[in-house]
């Protein structure tokens, strides 16, 4: 069975910073695109950023570019998200999710996590 | 930037009927890449369609995806009370990388 279990998130000043991560199990990890996709409060879904199964290549949103960081260990099964410089607009349950080669959807999500950015 | 538009913002309907719901891209998607999610109050979003058409494992076969280009339709063909929730569509290509629309949420009448 799939699982994708995110933790990291809490409340943090303006300004802070904050790393998500993001346990996998139930697949080969390696061979599979991740993916951070947030949703505001009431709000709908946003990608965030994605990182090839190599960790060779990744991609930001223009709304997290040169303050988030993504990046994988492949021999913990784990995804990573460093967010720096936070605003309140970052507040968000942030979710991980994996992309099938040859699929341009995400088939599997975790639970999420909040990240609250308040003073 | 390919931006997609859902329409409609809210749809009310009573179970047993028929829902049909749109996505418009602003310019051409491939099919492959256009997907359709479920996200229930509190939960995570599910994956209903992948590649426009295809189900997902697990899913009803009263959900089904159809479309192409820039035009690409959600339907349930018999709404039931699990049913209501908020659908996105979404897709791969371009920068960024994915796009979701704004959402439909799907209310009981």
């Known amino acids: 069975e799939v699982q994708l279990l995110e933790s990291g998130g809490g409340l943090v000043q303006p300004g802070g910073s904050l790393r998500l991560s993001c346990a996998a199990s139930?697949?080969?990890?390696?061979?599979?695109?991740m993916i951070w996709v947030r949703q505001a409060p009431g709000k709908g879904l946003e990608y965030i950023s994605s990182v090839s199964g190599s960790a060779a290549a990744a991609s930001y949103a223009d709304s997290v570019k040169g303050r988030f960081t993504i990046s994988r260990d492949n021999s913990k099964n784990t995804l990573y998200l460093q967010m720096n410089s936070l605003r309140a607009e970052d507040t968000a349950v942030y979710y991980c999710?994996?992309?099938?080669?040859?699929?341009?959807?995400?088939?599997?999500w975790g639970q999420g996590t909040l990240v609250t950015v308040s003073s | 930037e390919v931006v997609l538009t859902q329409s409609p913002g809210t749809l009310s309907l009573s179970p047993g009927e028929r829902a049909t719901l749109s996505c418009r891209a602003s310019q051409s998607v491939s099919s492959s890449n256009l997907g359709w999610y479920q996200q229930k109050p509190g939960q995570a979003p599910r994956l209903l369609i992948y590649?426009?058409?295809n189900r997902a494992t697990g899913i009803p076969d009263r959900f089904s995806g159809s479309g192409s280009g820039t035009d690409f339709t959600l339907t349930i063909s018999r709404l039931e009370p699990e049913d209501f929730a908020v659908y996105y569509c979404?897709?791969?290509?371009?920068?960024?990388?994915?796009?979701f629309g704004q959402g439909t949420k799907l209310e009981i009448k």
């Open positions: 139930g697949f080969t990890f390696s061979s599979y695109v």
């Open positions: 999710t994996k992309r099938p080669g040859g699929s341009g959807n995400f088939d599997s």
């Open positions: 590649g426009a058409s």
């Open positions: 979404q897709q791969y290509g371009g920068s960024p990388l994915y796009t």
